[in-house]
């Protein structure tokens, strides 16, 4: 599958966006909800667009939806209707694409990009079980609880859908079959602890899955320490030889019992070098990097 923005990627490296809730939560929204950030489509879809702005103000090529935790099952809880929830949805990738047209004011020729976030089942549960994955639900359920989610998505027509902060290889191959037929690209991003996915699969097998697939134009790793990126994305390019993914967290640990995070960061946009290196043409951060980090990535690949 060809696009532009597969062409973009192949000549990267291109900077992805950081952790939209942290940026949300800067802005003083409460996000602690089963939704997270995905209840702000229905209460406030202009802070998402400015959440956005601020990234590509920062330096990112690249933002991420609010979708993450957007379900049809978890706005259902909310009392939130199958239509209604398929237009916020769709609102997601609207919002990313407003905040880029804002941000082409100062720069109309510039290249921007929008990846609608699709994450793992575990999320929709919002007990931390995507860092753990192996729900007891068979491939064929998983494939029918993400179908709907990305045709929806899909239709919305983003550049890219970013099935991300996948725990392991059953979902990853459960996804990859949702993800047929959809005419959008796709990467495929792993939640990792050393050379394994969450689940313990070693990353070889999780990421030949997709080496195959034609919808996939980029696979790697995401929501992980940064220390465990560069052994990740080196195997990634190896098993798949597609362009590569990486997008880690600030390197502090999530409590799910106390719903907050512990530790502190180890990011360092100096990493960024070695990560290109190994093949990574997407680069980025996930939970607890902000838009500060993002202008050092941006100012770190574009002396190379």
Not at 51 to 75: K, M, N, P, R, W
Not at 225 to 241: F, I, K, L, M, Q
Request: net charge neutral; with cysteine.
């Amino acid at each position: 599958m060809t696009s532009d923005f597969a062409d973009a990627l192949a000549c990267g490296p291109l900077v992805l966006d950081g952790g939209l809730s942290n940026q949300l939560e800067a802005a003083g929204h409460d996000l602690g909800d089963a939704l997270w950030s995905a209840r702000l489509l229905a209460e406030d879809p202009e802070a998402i667009t400015r959440a956005h702005l601020a990234y590509f103000e920062a330096g990112a090529d690249v933002v991420i939806t609010s979708s993450y935790q957007a379900t049809f099952e978890g706005f259902a809880r909310r009392g939130i209707g199958r239509q209604r929830a398929a237009g916020l949805l769709a609102l997601s990738v609207e919002s990313a694409r407003e905040a880029a047209r804002r941000a082409r004011t100062a720069r109309p020729d510039r290249a921007l990009w929008v990846a609608a976030s699709a994450g793992p089942y575990g999320a929709m549960l919002a007990d931390g079980s995507e860092y753990r994955g192996r729900y007891g639900l068979g491939g064929g359920e998983l494939e029918r609880f993400h179908r709907p989610r990305l045709e929806v998505l899909a239709a919305a027509r983003p550049d890219v859908l970013a099935l991300e902060t996948v725990p392991d290889t059953d979902e990853a191959a459960a996804l990859l079959r949702a993800v047929r037929g959809l005419g959008v690209p796709a990467w495929l991003s792993y939640t990792v602890a050393g050379d394994r996915t969450r689940a313990g699969q070693p990353l070889e097998e999780a990421f030949a899955l997709a080496a195959d697939a034609d919808e996939v134009i980029a696979v790697g790793v995401n929501c992980c320490a940064p220390e465990d990126v560069s052994g990740a994305v080196e195997t990634a390019a190896r098993v798949t030889g597609k362009p590569v993914v990486a997008y880690p967290n600030s390197g502090e640990t999530w409590d799910a019992k106390s719903r907050s995070w512990r530790g502190r960061s180890s990011y360092a946009a100096e990493r960024v070098p070695g990560w290109r290196e190994r093949g990574a043409r997407l680069v980025g951060g996930c939970c607890r990097v902000g838009p500060k980090t993002i202008t050092s990535i941006a100012r770190v690949l574009s002396r190379e």
